[in-house]
């Protein structure tokens, strides 16, 4: 059964408010999000950074916004499962260049997006509070339906004392949710206790970035987490394959790194 874009968004939204967490293995091309929904995945979330490193470009803000939405399209319009884009921070300066960058998600189908508050180039690391605030505002202006998943960049990117990023962290949380933002992103936290106090402090389904030493999905829901990512964790492991299998055919002239591959009858008949 096709669902409409606005199911498709109330389906998304409830999958944050489960007994279960939302399990994210973050694709980042059109093969990579149908191995990811023939495996059962609820949700396919696209990966910033492997999406800009498969179309040629560097992550943080480096990639065209059409280019972006593009592959959004494609991969909306391969799967059956609600799609959330990772669109960095909005492909654009002001709050204006990100409702347009939103409408074309929402034109491409998708029905989430991350919107992270890191100033790639800035002054400081992060965004000021008050501009993020007014940047979340315009997406949701742009899109009544849209799951606005509020990257708060503050234990990612290192800013302030160790001791400090809860408080700073929960105050930006609140803002953005204020401002209309559906739930939030804190990369760079793996710590469970860490973990287990921003759930009970930020009154909105909580994300965080997995990966080798962070807590297992039924470990993360007993913490309070609503929504685990990989972020790009499967486009780097992807890549190392290609950089080990080159690396062993220049040098000693052997295939073994392919020895695992998926057989190309797999791959095709997933399109």
Do not use: C
């Not at 991350?114 to 605030?133: F, T, W």
């Amino acid at each position: 059964m096709t669902r409409s874009r606005q199911e498709q968004a109330e389906l998304f939204t409830s999958l944050h408010h489960n007994d279960s967490v939302l399990a994210l293995p973050n694709a980042w091309d059109v093969m990579s999000a149908r191995l990811v929904e023939l495996e059962g995945a609820a949700a396919i979330a696209t990966t910033s950074a492997g999406v800009a490193w498969s179309l040629g470009a560097a992550d943080g803000d480096q990639l065209d916004r059409d280019r972006a939405i593009d592959l959004v399209a494609r991969v909306v319009a391969a799967v059956s499962a609600p799609v959330t884009a990772d669109i960095e921070s909005g492909f654009g300066a002001t709050p204006a260049d990100v409702a347009e960058t939103i409408r074309g998600i929402a034109e491409a189908g998708a029905v989430g997006v991350n919107l992270e508050d890191a100033h790639h180039g800035g002054d400081s690391p992060l965004r000021p509070i008050v501009d993020q605030a007014e940047r979340i505002a315009a997406a949701r202006e742009a899109d009544p339906v849209l799951y606005i998943n509020a990257r708060v960049d503050v234990y990612l990117r290192g800013v302030g004392e160790p001791s400090s990023r809860v408080a700073a962290t929960v105050e930006r949380a609140r803002a953005y949710l204020d401002a209309g933002a559906s739930g939030i992103f804190v990369p760079g936290v793996v710590d469970p206790e860490t973990i287990s106090l921003l759930a009970k402090e930020i009154s909105a389904p909580l994300n965080v970035l997995v990966g080798p030493g962070a807590p297992s999905i039924a470990e993360l829901g007993e913490l309070g987490v609503a929504r685990a990512s990989l972020g790009s964790g499967l486009s780097q492991a992807a890549y190392a394959v290609v950089q080990r299998g080159a690396r062993e055919m220049l040098t000693s002239g052997t295939y073994t790194a392919t020895a695992d591959a998926l057989d190309f009858g797999t791959l095709n008949s997933a399109l």
